[in-house]
C-alpha cells in the first residue's frame, strides 16, 4: 500500500479517500490533516467525480487526534484554539461538499474519529465497528462538530447519553438508533460503499449538491428563508442544460438521464 498517510482514489465516479496511519489506527496528526483537506478539496474540485468514500486502512476508521504533541510552543488554549479552528475548516469542507459522502466505518471510530465521520452523509459500519465519543474518558468536550451533528442525527437526550456515557456503540445498535444507515460484513464493507455511492453516477451533481446546501441548514433556518433558498435554487436549475433535457425527455416518453434509486437503504 503507498506510505502517504491519506490515499487518494478514483473508482469509477467515487473517489475513495482512505486515511492510511494504520500502525496509530489512523490517529490524526497535522500531517494527515493536511492531506486530508488536499483530498477534500481535489474531490471538489474534478467535475468527474460524483461522489466520496472516506474509510480507514488496517481494520480501523480513526482513533481521534494524536495526542502525541506536535513540538510547537505557545500556550496550551491557544495552541488548541488555533489547531481545532484548522481542523474546523477542512471539516467544514468536508460536510459542505456539494456532492454524495459516505464514511465506511470498520472496527474503532473514536472521538475526533467519530465526528469526521459524522461529517458524511450516510455512514456504513462494519459489523465489528466501535462508535465512541471517548472525550470524557481524557477530560475533553467533544469536538470536531460532534455536539452539533450528534443530536440532530439520534436526538437530544440519545446524543448526551452517548458523550456523557463514552461508551462503545457498536454496530446493530447504531442502526438502530439512526446514527449509521446500514452494516456490512467487514470484507464488504469497502465495496459495499462504493456500490452506494455509484448509485449517484448518473444524477445531476450540481442539483443534489445545492439540496444538500439547504438540508444541511434545515435546523437553524427559519421557513421563511427556507422558501427563498428553495426558490433561488429552483430558478438555477430551470435554467441548466440538464433540466432543458431531462423535461424534454420526459415529454417524449423517453428513458430518463437519472432514474433514481428505489431504496438508498
Known sequence: ??????????????????????????????????????????????????????TGAGGHFCSGADLGGDGKEGEMPFLVRDALLGAHRWHAELMDLEKPVISAIDGFAVGAGLSLALAADFII??????????FPRIGFAPDLGLMYILPRLVGLVRAKEIVFSARDVLADEALSIGLVQAVAPAERLRQTAIDYARRFDDAPTHVLGMAKGIMNRA????????????????????????????VRRFFAKEPPMYAGVERLF
Not at 496511519?21 to 474540485?45: C, F, G, M, V
Request: charged share 25%.
Open 1 to 54: 500500500m503507498n506510505d502517504s498517510k491519506v490515499l487518494f482514489e478514483k473508482d469509477g465516479k467515487t473517489a475513495v479517500i482512505t486515511l492510511n496511519r494504520p500502525h496509530r489506527r489512523n490517529a490524526l496528526d497535522d500531517e494527515s490533516k493536511q492531506l486530508l483537506a488536499a483530498a477534500i478539496r481535489t474531490a471538489r474540485e474534478d467535475a468527474s467525480i460524483a461522489s466520496v468514500v472516506l
Open 125 to 134: 459500519a462494519s459489523d465489528r465497528a466501535r462508535l465512541v465519543s471517548n
Open 219 to 246: 435546523f437553524e433556518t427559519d421557513r421563511h428563508a427556507m422558501t427563498q433558498l428553495e426558490t433561488a435554487v429552483q430558478g438555477i436549475c430551470a435554467a441548466s442544460s440538464y433540466n432543458a433535457e431531462a
